[in-house]
């Protein structure tokens, strides 16, 4: 749209290219920390703050960060808290998904769960197992 009005109408000032950067950008995959960096530099000099600034960090927020704050018993309600609390559940999620891609490899059922194979028992095939 921005393109548009300024292949229309001529150059853009900084601040409408910062307004315009704001609205487009998003985390993708990239992680929080850097998302919130970019969206900071971006934001200097848009003239937004408060809940338009808000709701275009919410925007380019990955949907299941945003959905998690939004729907936390005390969701943020600053910049600076949604900022904060975005980066640390991004992080959290990261580290969750290393953890379970490790403890796939190695799973290792418990002793408590272990099926008894002694005299009497079947394997897999139907074959009593002596």
Same mark, same amino acid.
């Given at each position: 749209m921005f393109t548009k009005i300024r292949d229309d109408f001529g150059e853009t000032s900084e601040e409408e290219r910062k307004i315009e950067q704001l609205r487009t950008i998003e985390q993708g995959e990239r992680t929080c920390d850097r998302y919130v960096q970019e969206f900071k530099k971006v934001?200097?000099?848009?003239?937004?703050?408060g809940r338009p600034l808000i709701k275009e960090f919410k925007r &380019?927020? %990955?949907g299941s960060i945003?959905?998690?704050l939004a729907e936390a018993e005390e969701p943020?309600?600053?910049? *600076?808290?949604w900022q904060e609390r975005a980066v640390r559940l991004d992080r959290n999620q990261r580290q969750s998904r290393i953890e379970?891609?490790?403890l &796939?490899? %190695?799973?290792?059922c418990p002793r408590g769960n272990t099926q008894s194979r002694g005299k009497g028992s079947y394997g *897999?095939?139907?074959e009593q197992i002596t």
């Open positions: 934001a200097r000099g848009s003239g937004y703050e &380019g927020l %990955n945003r959905r998690k943020p309600t600053t910049i *600076g808290e379970e891609r490790m &796939g490899r %190695n799973a290792v *897999g095939m139907g």
